[in-house]
């Protein structure tokens, strides 16, 4: 499995969630973090905290929509493992956010530039774990 170095794409999508997250704490005084906000949508505190946390969910699901008004062609979607890899992997995302109390959002974007410990605890983590995990599947597995 060959991973595709996209220098460009991914600077500008770095450079847009820098900006949402800079936005979103400017104009609201909210942390952008994905699963603390997924969560307070689906047990929003009140009205108006559902509504904001549905207006940044719209906007990162909206992305391919963007995309294919810019370059009038829906990006394309690799998904290079089984159902069941995703299954596994989806619970394994789950288990590490209730441990570390948020996501790669919330601490390797908005904590790390907090300069917050536990966020730069959390987030050494999740990069030593995604370099063992590469490392057990190509090397190990070979898939």
């Given amino acids: 499995m060959e991973t595709v170095f996209t220098p460009w794409q991914s600077l500008g999508g770095g450079a847009l969630i820098g900006i949402a997250s800079v936005m979103l704490m400017g104009f609201a005084g909210r942390i952008m973090g994905a699963t603390g906000i ?7 505190a009140s009205k108006e905290d559902w509504a904001w946390r549905a207006a940044v969910l719209a906007g990162m699901v909206s992305g391919p929509l963007a995309v294919m008004l810019f370059t009038g062609q829906m990006p394309a979607v690799e998904v290079p ?43 050494a983590t999740f990069m030593l774990a995604t370099t063992v995990t590469v490392f057990v599947l190509r090397h190990v597995i070979g898939a």
Avoid: D
């Fill in 81 to 123: 493992v089984t159902p069941v890899m995703i299954v596994v992997g989806a619970l394994l995302v789950g288990v590490g956010v209730t441990f570390s109390s948020g996501c790669t959002s919330g601490h390797g974007v908005c904590g790390m530039a907090r300069l917050s410990p536990r966020s730069i605890a959390a987030t």
């Fill in 38 to 44: 997924l969560a307070g949508f689906m047990q929003p």
